[in-house]
């Protein structure tokens, strides 16, 4: 890991890690954080936010199964919550009225990268809280992974297993959406 994420993520305390195999990338070791601090964008790759409607939250179901942290991929010259908000609308019509980080995910390489590859070793998604304002179904994109989404009840959400930290930071989001403005 470089000087600067260290530098970043020395404060913060983990409080979920995982290994998994992401396809195409390989064996993937997976650190949770709570954090309303922006790391630097060079070590993001992606955005994501959980999205709170009073008591319900966005549940996106894709072909692999459902989770409620819909986003994606920064593109050239995005901020990460610009590019938080162009993929949440995308893959579930919704946008958002506010919005605040709350944690990332720290991805690492556990094997060496191959030749390439086209990623960092260390790279970071930013995870946001937001409140849902106007549905745009024309906006949705329905050719991609995502195969649906709907705001369900947050207590059939907590019956739910979810992936890594997603426990974490719908309570991190239910909390940081009841005080915004």
Excluded at 50 to 55: A, K, M, S, T
Excluded at 133 to 161: C, N, W
């Amino acid at each position: 890991m470089d000087d600067g994420l260290e530098k970043f993520l020395s404060p913060l305390t983990v409080f979920e890690e995982e290994t998994q195999i992401w396809p195409p990338l390989g064996t993937m070791r997976i650190r949770c954080y709570l954090t309303d601090k922006m790391p630097p964008v060079r070590y993001v790759s992606s955005a994501r936010a959980v999205v709170i409607d009073g008591d319900q939250v966005l549940l996106v179901q894709d072909r692999d199964g459902v989770h409620i942290i819909p986003g994606g991929k920064l593109e050239p010259g995005e901020s990460p919550e610009e590019a938080m908000r162009r993929e949440v609308i995308e893959e579930t019509g919704w946008s958002l009225v506010f919005c605040t980080p709350i944690g990332v995910l720290h991805f690492t390489h556990v094997r060496p990268m191959s030749e390439g590859q086209g990623t960092q070793p260390d790279f970071l998604q930013v995870v946001y809280a937001g409140i849902p304002g106007k549905y745009h179904p024309e906006l949705r994109e329905t050719d991609g992974y995502e195969i649906g989404a709907e705001f369900v009840s947050i207590d059939q959400v907590r019956q739910m297993t979810l992936g890594t930290g997603q426990e974490t930071y719908i309570e991190t989001a239910i909390k940081a959406t009841s005080l915004s403005p």
